[in-house]
Structures are given as structure tokens and as C-alpha cells.
T-cell receptor, first 116, second 115 residues
Framework: GAGVSQSPSNKVTEKGKDVELRCDPI?????LYWYRQSLGQGLEFLIY????????KSGLPSDRFSAERTGGSVSTLTIQRTQQEDSAVYLC??????????????FGPGTRLTVL | AQSVAQPEDQVNVAEGNPLTVKCTYS??????LFWYVQYPNRGLQFLLK??????LVKGSYGFEAEFNKSQTSFHLKKPSALVSDSALYFC?????????????FGTGTRLKVLA
């Protein structure tokens, strides 16, 4: 498909376990974003990757959260020692360059994470 | 600090009536403003954007938005609402102060169009 894909679509885990969420952006898109959508909270920015530049990690809520983007394409968001408050829908989006500032983002379907 | 506000959690409108979903922003410099829509069980989709130029921006599905610099607003509008427009709408602004291309999203407004 031509869109942004995310896996898994749903993840149920136990408190304290680690989880990995995957995002496949649109081919050729140099920018990749991770957001968290909690009920009634809107979209919370987590991290942004642009090409080979250092990522903007300013939105990561704690050091339990990390993300990497290999080869400028696929990205993985890792949450260590999950807590119940991590339960949310995690959204990935990609955007084309070079005019990143005015380009719309294309969102994936999200991963619904439930921490028991 | 850069911010965007959607003051209404929910907007109800009768089918065929005009609709407005409100958004106000606070940024330094010229804002880049966006509207996205999230239909039930579907991902967010881009609707329209304002970067520069005409204050009235036209987008997908018959939606438009008016940029008002003096009121720092970017309200989403449609002349005649459809039941199928019922969805969650997000306003977003580029965070000009971050030095990167980070975006700030509002908390969303749920639009319900009644038949």
C-alpha cells in the first residue's frame, strides 16, 4: 500500500513489560513523527525524525520512552517497563521534504496499547 | 509558548445547516495552520492548511477555513453540513519556536451532524 502502516494494530501487555511499536512511513518521506492520543487529550507530540538529522525528542514523557529510525525509513517506538498511564493510541505520521514546514502529515492507523 | 486551542469539545449541528469548528492559536512569527479530521475507526486525514496568501482557504470535502490574524483564529467552516461529516476535528499549528518542524495539535472537537 501507499500509506503509512503501523504494527501491531492492538497490543495488550502487563505492567512492567517492554513493548515495541513499528511504523512504516510513505516511501520517500523524509520526516517521521510519533504522537500519542489519549482519550480526551488530543494528540501529544512525542518525537520527530528528519532525514539524517538528530531527532527532536522533546516530547518523550520519560526515559522509558525511546525511538529509532533505521535507514531513514522504518521507525520503532519502544516503551520500557510499561505503566497503566501509557495506555493510549500511538500514531505515526510521515511528511515529504524539503519544505517540511508547510507540508501536511500523513497518518497511520495507529497502535492501541493497553497496559493491564 | 506556542499553543493552539479548540474551545469546544463537541459541536452539534443539523444536517444542511452551516457549521463552524473553532480554533485559536498563539505563535511567534507567521503561523502555519492545519486542520485534520478523524473519522470513526480511521486514521487522521489532512483537510486544509494556511501558509500564506488568501485568508480563506478551501480544502477537502467542501470544508474551508478563514485565517484571521487580528483574532489569531483559524475557524473551520462548511456551508451545509452532512451527516457523514460527523467526526473528530483537530487544529494544528507548527511550533515556530522549536527550531524544528514540530507541530502542536489542539485537543479536538467532536462534530455531530444530526439528520
Amino acid at each position: 500500500g501507499a500509506g503509512v502502516s503501523q504494527s501491531p494494530s492492538n497490543k495488550v501487555t502487563e505492567k512492567g513489560k517492554d513493548v515495541e511499536l513499528r511504523c512504516d512511513p510513505i516511501s520517500g518521506h523524509t520526516a517521521l513523527y510519533w504522537y500519542r492520543q489519549s482519550l480526551g487529550q488530543g494528540l501529544e507530540f512525542l518525537i520527530y525524525f528528519q532525514g539524517n538529522s538528530a531527532p527532536d525528542k522533546s516530547g518523550l514523557p520519560s526515559d522509558r520512552f525511546s525511538a529509532e529510525r533505521t535507514g531513514g525509513s522504518v521507525s520503532t517506538l519502544t516503551i520500557q517497563r510499561t505503566q497503566q498511564e501509557d495506555s493510549a493510541v500511538y500514531l505515526c505520521a510521515s511528511s515529504s521534504g524539503p519544505g517540511q514546514g508547510n507540508n501536511e502529515q500523513f497518518f497511520g492507523p495507529g497502535t492501541r496499547l493497553t497496559v493491564l | 509558548a506556542q499553543s493552539v486551542a479548540q474551545p469546544e469539545d463537541q459541536v452539534n449541528v443539523a444536517e444542511g445547516n452551516p457549521l463552524t469548528v473553532k480554533c485559536t492559536y498563539s505563535v511567534s512569527g507567521n503561523p502555519y495552520l492545519f486542520w485534520y479530521v478523524q473519522y470513526p475507526n480511521r486514521g487522521l486525514q489532512f483537510l486544509l492548511k494556511y501558509i500564506t496568501g488568501d485568508n480563506l482557504v478551501k480544502g477537502s470535502y467542501g470544508f474551508e477555513a478563514e485565517f484571521n490574524k487580528s483574532q489569531t483564529s483559524f475557524h473551520l467552516k462548511k456551508p451545509s453540513a452532512l451527516v457523514s461529516d460527523s467526526a473528530l476535528y483537530f487544529c494544528a499549528v507548527r511550533d515556530m519556536g522549536s527550531g524544528t518542524y514540530k507541530y502542536i495539535f489542539g485537543t479536538g472537537t467532536r462534530l455531530k451532524v444530526l439528520a
